[in-house]
Nanobody, 130 residues
Framework: VQLQASGGGLVQAGGSLRLSCAAS????????MGWFRQAPGKEREFVAA????????FVAVSPQGRFTISRDNAKGTVYLQMNSLKPEDTAVYYC????????????????????????WGKGTQVTVSS
């Protein structure tokens, strides 16, 4: 499975971006998915997760109320809508999943540390200027 995240860029504080994650080599439609981010000098951290069906989602405390995760299984794509962006949201954003998340809830991703993910996309840079 190869994942590719896209949609990052430079935005002013208060702005919005929508990230997309698509897969090649295998459909993602049966797997719970997650978004993670890594800021310079910091460890990779969990951002949001979504169940395989899209019926359950979970967003980390920091971006809660500003970020929304969704998916379109017909297109094999997972999205992260980011609103009211803050400078502290600046990071490389990655999508990821794990083998054990097939037909899984969002918890199959959110309850596992980033090191537990099996497949990572090439990240996309998000830079929020103040």
């Amino acid at each position: 499975v190869q994942l590719q995240a896209s949609g990052g860029g430079l935005v002013q504080a208060g702005g919005s971006l929508r990230l997309s994650c698509a897969a090649s080599g295998r459909t993602l439609s049966s797997y719970a998915m997650g978004w993670f981010r890594q800021a310079p000098g910091k460890e990779r951290e969990f951002v949001a997760a979504i169940s395989w069906s899209g019926g359950s989602t979970f967003v980390a405390v920091s971006p809660q109320g500003r970020f929304t995760i969704s998916r379109d299984n017909a297109k094999g794509t997972v999205y992260l809508q980011m609103n009211s962006l803050k400078p502290e949201d600046t990071a490389v954003y990655y999508c990821a999943t794990k083998e054990g998340s097939k037909y899984g809830s969002s918890q199959t991703i959110s309850s596992v540390s980033p090191s537990g993910m099996d497949y990572w996309g090439k990240g996309t840079q998000v830079t929020v200027s103040s």
